[in-house]
């Protein structure tokens, strides 16, 4: 075995590579390559890209001797958002602060008692379904707060919010401690190398533990600034607005010693947070200014997509003249629309605008058509002609992060036997051609946080297409769940009931026996499945019709006690004397997923 490992040749490659370029690293023929992912039920040319744990399946089908290696990506070319660099000429700036935590921990009631507003009642089950975004005034000086969701299917939205932060406030309520989103946030702030203050929130509430909270803190490296570390932890109550001036007078705190500064006089660019459609006014995206000043009138490029600002608003729905650094503002004008994450930049001209959203929109669509081949969709593929049951959906979201994150979470419900099979997406209230597409596909259709209008109920109703609405999104997932369960094979649960051993046989017939003897185990019922056995051979599987007790039919048996038997048989058995009967049941139980 020494000797085979020491002969062993390894090869790096990176995170994707295409095909033509693996066969070259192996030294074989491309068209060998080809071959052998075809098949494993995948059409791919020599330009396609594998990911790498694809090219490890497939080099180990090859039995070619050799061992591959993923090269790690310098920290440059890591996909993190970067923040602008700030010039000798830039200005002081308000910070951008992410509240995150887990789910119910008290993070939107808070941001409501310090902007005295009460958003949590607007949010289905009490739980943050966007990134929403404002700015609170604190005696002379702003501070832009980012609300992420809580709830484990937003992840994506999550991890967005923290890049773009300079603080991260993460709330924990005192009484409940330390939880899984929790540990995540803390993952994503130090992923993004930003400040974290933790809010310990519900001081007010019987089991209060801030102490414990602390000690639950050092266990995910935050050390508090009493116990030697640099983690400030403060006491909080959304309820009772307790310990909410000296959080904001801590963040301001922070902010100076940050020195938190950007460029006003160059082209704005910054993020889209959100972006929906709205009746009467088209695309409209939530921007978030990072440097320079953005105005209406002007030409904004954001990913495939451009607009002419024609409205600015800040995030109440108030005209503004100009967003500035760290200031979130709603535009309009998008011809369609961007997608949660973009970066934007000010362009000088339509025609610069245009190209550059043009060039960007063309690299997405050749990625897209390309056909990038991941190790999921390689077992997909694999298993499609065997045993896995697909689930063909439709979803519409109110917002791209939205739709992102319900997208995500419904593909890691997949399995070996059945997958979540998107048919298609979008943003904006479920429309008669995603009902077209539905009827034609078999699809589910299921809405995230938007309407069916009247014509496409009619047309749902006439074509009987399901069209399933939620607002909440774990309800929506658990719907998802139920129907995948539905496509898993039933288990089959088979449970012993007796045995019983054979006295006497009075009739044989090519279908038929009756018989006699004792019940030595467990209860004998009537009707049931059995198998017959003489010795440690299985002579026969049968059907028992009928048991007697004396010259009485019984419904059942019990250990100890003699009785007769009639027996089903496909073909004719001689049962003989000494014969063991053991009888069970066989049922098909659903399995969950």
Known sequence: MMAETEQTTTI?????????????????????LIGELMKNGVMATVNERIDFDTAQIIVGELDLGLQLTKRQAAESDAPVHRKPEASAKAQSRPPVVAVMGHVDHGKTSLLDAIRGADVVKDEAGGITQHISAYQVQHG???????????????????????????????????????????????RFAKKAGVKIVVAANKMDKDGADINRLKQQLTEHELLTEEWGGDTIVLPVSAKT??????????????????????????????????????????????????????????????????????????????????????????????????????????????????????????????????????SGELIRLINRDNKLSELNIIVKADVQGSLTSVIDSLKALDTEEVSVRLVGSGVGAVSENDLHLAHSSGAIVYGFNVSLPTSARQQASRDKISVRLYKVIYELIDDVKEELTKLLSPEIVETELGRLVVKGIFKTTKTEIICGGEVTKGKLTAPALARVSRGDEQLMEVEVTGLKRGPADVKEVFEGEMCGMSLKTAKRLELQEGDRIELFTREAVQRQL
């Open 241 to 374: 607005k307790a310990g909410i001036p000296e959080l904001l007078d801590m963040i301001l705190l922070v902010t100076d010693v940050e020195e938190l500064k950007a460029d006003y006089d160059v082209p704005a660019r910054g993020l889209i947070i959100e972006a929906h459609l709205e009746q009467g006014r088209g695309p409209v995206a939530t921007a978030l200014v990072e440097a320079g000043s953005l105005k209406a009138g002007q030409f904004v490029v954001a990913g495939g997509t451009y607009a002419k600002v024609r409205n600015l608003e800040s995030t109440d729905g108030r005209p503004i003249k100009q967003a500035t650094p760290s200031t979130p503002a709603i535009v309009t004008g998008f011809k369609v629309l961007p997608e949660f994450g973009d970066e934007f930049t000010v362009a000088a001209n339509e025609k610069e605008a245009r190209q550059l959203a043009g060039g960007v929109a063309t690299d997405r669509q050749a990625g897209s058509s390309r056909g990038d081949i991941g």
């Open 12 to 32: 790096e490659i990176e995170d994707m590579i295409t095909v033509g370029t693996l066969a070259e690293r192996l030294s074989i023929p491309v068209s060998r």
């Open 140 to 186: 002379d000086r702003s501070i832009t707060f980012l609300d992420t969701p809580g709830h484990e299917a937003f992840a994506a939205i999550r991890e967005h919010g923290a890049m773009l932060t300079d603080i991260v406030i993460i709330v924990i309520a005192a009484d409940d401690g330390v939880k899984p989103q929790t540990v995540e946030a803390i």
